[in-house]
């Protein structure tokens, strides 16, 4: 099997135990293949943490779940130095938090204080963690999926945006539709019994070696854009920060465009998203298929859209309409 074929077998895996939220699974995987972090947003049920479950159960790597909460200590998250005696003597030993692993699910990551979040940021972007003066590695395949409820606002502390900004995927989350909703009660039901899909896998089942993920990223590096797509991506952040342009409505809803960030990510996840369709090279749509998920936590809304209930979505919308292909 290719690396391709793998990737698509570990998705049919895990929405065989996620019904109705593919497109979540595919943005899951999409940072995974795109070595970046993914903010989730959805009302409570609607399989988020379940989603990242079943990629651990499906995949040879380490899953570590940290439950923020308002009485969040930093060390919480990165481990600390423990005080240990032995034959009388006493030494200083690390003890390691549970952001060492390969997927961590920062459940409810807007319940904590600005201060538990910043301990997440050096993970997230350096790719380490600094305790008592050492910096510590983090493993090679390493992704930060954060889960926050978007009606939830008592004890909570919205991400500032610089920390916004490090999540290469803002994805939100849906309802069902009805028909899954029925496939959804059948599936507990089965497990309930014995029989679901969604059990933890067995010794006997196979796990996806992290060796396919690298794999697949060797070759994602190796998918083409070419120069009208690439200027198309340009345009869209550039069209994020001189709106009036491109359109006087949108000139009045934007307050501070995508940063250079925004463009990074952009092209990377549609090269992912290309190779995920199969093809070796980007198209327009690609990038469409994806912007909406790239940009929308990384603009900052005039005060006169809020007014008006504009959302990043829509803002996004009107951008993809004025900004043509090169």
């Known amino acids: ?187 507990v039901r089965s497990e309930e019994v014995g029989n679901g899909a969604g059990k933890k896998a067995s010794e006997n089942d196979m796990l996806l070696a992290q060796q396919a993920i690298f794999d697949a990223r060797g070759e994602i590096n190796a998918v083409t854009v070419s120069e009208p797509v690439e200027n198309y991506i340009v345009s869209l952040v550039y069209g994020t920060r001189t709106p009036d342009k491109y359109d006087a409505d949108l000139a009045k809803w934007i307050q501070v465009g995508v940063s250079p960030r925004g463009s990074i990510a952009l092209d990377k996840v549609s090269r992912s998203y290309a190779w995920f369709q199969g093809r070796d090279y980007v198209t327009p749509d690609d990038v469409r298929a994806i912007v909406h998920d790239v940009f929308r936590h990384r603009l900052i809304l005039s005060y006169e859209a809020h007014a008006g209930g504009m959302t990043a979505d829509q803002v996004v919308d009107r951008l993809v309409e004025r900004v043509a292909v090169a």
């Open 1 to 187: 099997m290719t690396a391709r074929d793998d990737i698509v077998a570990l998705g049919q895996r895990i929405n065989q135990s996620i019904i109705g939220q593919e497109g979540m699974v595919e943005r899951m995987l999409l940072g995974l293949l795109s070595n970046g972090h993914i903010l989730v947003e959805g009302l409570p049920g609607l399989a988020k943490t379940r989603a990242i479950k079943t990629l651990s159960k499906n995949l040879d790597a380490k899953l570590s779940r940290v439950q923020f909460t308002p009485d969040l200590l930093p060390s919480d998250i990165t481990g600390s130095e423990i005080y240990f005696t032995e034959g009388g003597k006493g030494t200083f030993k690390f003890q390691a938090g549970p952001v060492f692993a390969n997927l961590v699910l920062a459940d409810e990551i807007n319940r904590a204080p600005a201060k538990v979040q910043s301990a997440l940021l050096e993970a997230m972007e350096e790719r380490q963690v600094t305790v008592g003066g050492e910096s510590r590695a983090l493993p090679q395949l390493f992704l930060v999926m954060a889960t926050q409820n978007p009606i939830e606002q008592e004890g909570t502390y919205p991400l500032p945006e610089a920390q916004l900004d490090r999540f290469l995927l803002h994805v939100q989350v849906g309802y069902p539709d009805q028909q899954a909703e029925g496939d959804i009660m059948r599936l």
